[in-house]
């Protein structure tokens, strides 16, 4: 009895964080539709972020090991130190973010290369190489054109913000479902 109430506890706490993380992505869909820009949000959050896991494995370091400076503590510092730059100083992330899009997408048209040199599944070919294509034109786009920035955030942010309400009704709805088939018990 009590091992099933322990799963059902962790299952609670995961759809918890599962419903919190989906109205976190929400938020940020609805910031970048209206800001149309990611450089201040995202040097938030990656910043936030960088501090968080700093923060916690510090914690863990000195709670687990004892000691105050073990080898992972050079890291967590770094990343608490990059953390504050890149709230303080609001650092270009929009750029690191599409350069990133591109090396992605060359990625999926490499790897499409070589899936047709190595004969494997033709349509995961073909969903590789037009995803990898879409990718590096939008972030081309992004780089040359400059009112496409704005389009490009009001798409990505209702594209979040519908993953976010889609995520959210499948939760509830399996939520609903379990407590329909709990109630039949």
Request: proline content about 1%.
């Amino acid at each position: 009895m009590e091992k099933e109430q322990n799963v059902l506890n962790i299952r609670a706490s995961k759809k918890a964080l599962d419903i919190i993380y989906a109205v976190l992505i929400f938020v940020l869909g609805l910031l970048l539709v209206l800001l149309r820009s990611a450089n201040e949000i995202l040097s938030y959050v990656f910043g936030s972020l960088f501090i968080l896991i700093a923060v916690i494995s510090l914690i863990l370091d000195i709670t687990s090991k004892k000691k105050t400076i073990t080898s992972t503590a050079p890291v967590a510092i770094s990343l608490f130190a990059m953390g504050l730059i890149a709230i303080i100083y609001k650092l270009p992330i929009e750029q690191f973010i599409v350069y990133c899009l591109i090396v992605l997408g060359s990625y999926l048209l490499i790897e499409m290369i070589i899936d047709i040199a190595m004969k494997r599944d033709k349509k995961l070919l073909i969903i590789k190489g037009i995803v990898g294509i879409v990718i590096i034109t939008l972030a081309v786009l992004y780089l040359s054109i400059e009112d496409f920035r704005n389009v490009l955030f009001i798409i990505i942010g209702i594209l979040l913000m519908t993953f976010a309400v889609v995520r959210l009704t499948l939760i509830i709805a399996d939520l609903v479902r379990k407590n329909d088939s709990y109630n039949m018990q």
